[in-house]
């Protein structure tokens, strides 16, 4: 149990610097960067727009949940059906959070190769739809893009850099950990190595795993490491941090309803062969340089090699950093689970809904914009911890039902 909790601490100091730092780039590029400029790139039916919408899609820190009411109001803004499917391959793999959190787990190699594969995955895929996918096969609901907050900026940025943004992926982030921890202290040193001579049998093994599921593109970081520490080839380490943030059950399904069979085929087949590929010419590219592609030996050394290096452990910048990381998780998550018991009286002109499949703020915000652009609607609030709409005004229940579905999440009707 000690070893379990030394790695952890390890793992989490290590990475605490970057993740803080990540957030608050996050948070800058949610406030100062427009959708209305995002929109002005996307619209045109060409190559361009669909590189743009890779290029701006990368450094954005949405989730493969988050990505898909953002990328369905492009679509209504009149962005290109490839520029649609650009931006959701592309966008939910990295982040510049990730990006972060990724050198500092697993050095300079990854860090630059995790990026530059989801924008060549984003630019083919969304190629591939403008050619191969018809204007009629991507039906166009009503839907609106995430509301544009109003005050402070600078409150804005660090609302949703520490607050907001901790509290969509703080819960994965923390299990990611976890599991990173619990790997390295469980699992048998050179595990994969009885896979070493098929490499593409431990992509194909992670593929069957990390797709259905969904993982977020910076919790997965310390699990991919903590694989890769028992012998999993960094191929198939690459793998599973292309595939598993990009696409899971959930969105698979909701991409289905709202842009069409052919859209999602293309969508799944291209995150799918494209990881592949990178992980086949990763491990080619490892066997001619590894030390590009070596993981950072200090989150996951014991205590003695720490030692035996004149260490005494992490620093007190990285230890403090982790504190603050942890307490900012912590408050994020608890305000979070008490959100769901609090219950405030309603007016008589106030009724509360069932949504399903909402899992982040980003979900919450394409929700209630959907909602208030009813007539008759004042006011909306949705939670995603609680799986609840609450609707203010006077307006009949099948025009919410059709708002939120229109935008792929499920209604349930009225909450009991």
Same mark, same amino acid.
């Given at each position: 149990?000690?070893?379990?909790?030394?790695? &952890?601490?390890?793992?989490?100091?290590?990475?605490?610097?970057? &993740?803080?730092?990540?957030? /608050?780039?996050?948070?800058?590029?949610?406030?100062?960067?427009?959708?209305?400029?995002?929109?002005?790139?996307?619209?045109?039916?060409?190559?361009?727009?669909?590189?743009?919408?890779?290029?701006?899609? =990368?450094? &954005?820190?949405?989730?493969?949940? %988050? =990505?898909?009411?953002?990328?369905?109001?492009?679509?209504?803004?009149?962005?290109?059906?490839?520029?649609?499917?650009?931006? /959701?391959?592309?966008?939910?793999?990295?982040?510049?959070?990730?990006?972060?959190?990724?050198?500092?787990? +697993?050095?300079?190699?990854?860090?630059?190769?995790?990026?530059?594969?989801?924008?060549?995955?984003?630019?083919?895929?969304?190629? /591939?739809?403008?050619?191969?996918?018809?204007?009629?096969?991507?039906?166009?609901?009503?839907?609106?893009?995430?509301? =544009?907050?109003?005050?402070?900026?600078?409150?804005?940025?660090?609302?949703?850099?520490?607050?907001?943004?901790?509290?969509?992926?703080?819960?994965?982030?923390?299990?990611?950990?976890?599991?990173?921890?619990?790997?390295?202290?469980?699992?048998?040193?050179?595990?994969?190595?009885?896979?070493?001579?098929?490499?593409?049998?431990?992509?194909?093994?992670?593929?069957?795993?990390?797709?259905?599921?969904?993982?977020?593109?910076? %919790?997965?970081?310390?699990?991919?490491?903590?694989? +890769?520490?028992?012998?999993?080839?960094?191929?198939?380490?690459?793998? +599973?941090?292309?595939?598993?943030?990009?696409?899971?059950?959930?969105?698979?399904?909701?991409?289905?309803?709202?842009?069409?069979?052919?859209?999602?085929?293309?969508?799944? &087949?291209?995150?799918?062969?494209?990881?592949?590929?990178?992980?086949?010419?990763?491990?080619?590219?490892?066997?001619?340089?590894?030390?590009?592609?070596?993981?950072?030996?200090?989150?996951?050394?014991?205590?003695?090699?720490?030692?035996?290096?004149?260490?005494?452990?992490?620093?007190?910048?990285?230890?403090?950093?982790?504190?603050?990381?942890? /307490?900012?998780?912590?408050?994020?998550?608890?305000?979070?689970?008490?959100?769901?018991?609090?219950?405030?009286?309603?007016?008589?002109?106030?009724?509360?809904?069932?949504?399903?499949? +909402?899992?982040?703020?980003?979900?919450?915000?394409?929700?209630?914009?959907?909602?208030?652009?009813?007539?008759?609607?004042?006011?909306?609030?949705?939670?995603?911890?609680?799986?609840?709409?609450?609707?203010?005004?006077?307006?009949?229940?099948?025009?919410?039902?059709?708002?939120?579905?229109?935008?792929?999440?499920?209604?349930?009707?009225?909450?009991?």
């Amino acid at each position: 149990m000690t070893d379990f909790w030394l790695s &952890l601490l390890n793992v989490v100091c290590e990475m605490a610097p970057y &993740l803080l730092l990540g957030f /608050l780039i996050a948070g800058v590029l949610h406030v100062f960067v427009p959708q209305k400029f995002c929109r002005q790139y996307l619209s045109a039916d060409n190559k361009l727009a669909v590189l743009w919408a890779a290029l701006l899609g =990368v450094p &954005l820190p949405l989730c493969s949940c %988050g =990505v898909i009411p953002t990328a369905i109001g492009l679509r209504n803004e009149k962005a290109s059906k490839g520029a649609v499917a650009s931006f /959701l391959i592309a966008t939910p793999q990295t982040g510049i959070d990730s990006v972060l959190a990724t050198f500092s787990l +697993m050095g300079l190699g990854f860090a630059v190769v995790r990026p530059v594969a989801a924008l060549i995955t984003g630019v083919c895929g969304g190629l /591939l739809v403008n050619r191969l996918v018809g204007r009629d096969d991507t039906p166009a609901d009503t839907v609106a893009a995430c509301p =544009v907050d109003q005050g402070n900026r600078a409150w804005r940025v660090l609302k949703y850099a520490y607050y907001d943004m901790i509290g969509d992926i703080g819960l994965r982030l923390v299990i990611g950990l976890v599991v990173a921890a619990l790997i390295q202290v469980a699992v048998p040193d050179e595990f994969f190595l009885q896979f070493g001579s098929e490499p593409l049998l431990q992509m194909l093994v992670i593929l069957v795993v990390a797709v259905p599921m969904y993982i977020c593109s910076t %919790g997965s970081i310390p699990v991919a490491a903590a694989l +890769m520490m028992k012998g999993l080839s960094p191929g198939a380490a690459l793998v +599973m941090l292309m595939a598993g943030p990009a696409v899971n059950l959930a969105s698979i399904l909701v991409i289905g309803k709202t842009m069409g069979r052919r859209f999602t085929l293309i969508y799944l &087949l291209t995150i799918v062969v494209f990881a592949v590929g990178f992980g086949l010419l990763l491990n080619a590219a490892f066997t001619l340089h590894p030390s590009l592609f070596t993981l950072h030996p200090s989150p996951f050394t014991s205590p003695n090699a720490c030692c035996t290096a004149g260490e005494a452990g992490p620093g007190p910048f990285k230890l403090i950093c982790a504190i603050v990381l942890t /307490l900012l998780i912590a408050f994020a998550l608890m305000m979070k689970f008490f959100s769901k018991f609090s219950k405030k009286p309603l007016d008589s002109d106030m009724v509360v809904y069932r949504v399903e499949d +909402m899992h982040c703020s980003h979900c919450e915000a394409a929700v209630v914009r959907a909602v208030e652009n009813i007539d008759g609607v004042v006011k909306a609030k949705a939670s995603a911890s609680a799986n609840t709409l609450t609707v203010k005004g006077e307006v009949a229940e099948e025009a919410v039902r059709q708002a939120v579905e229109g935008i792929g999440y499920t209604f349930k009707g009225r909450a009991v």
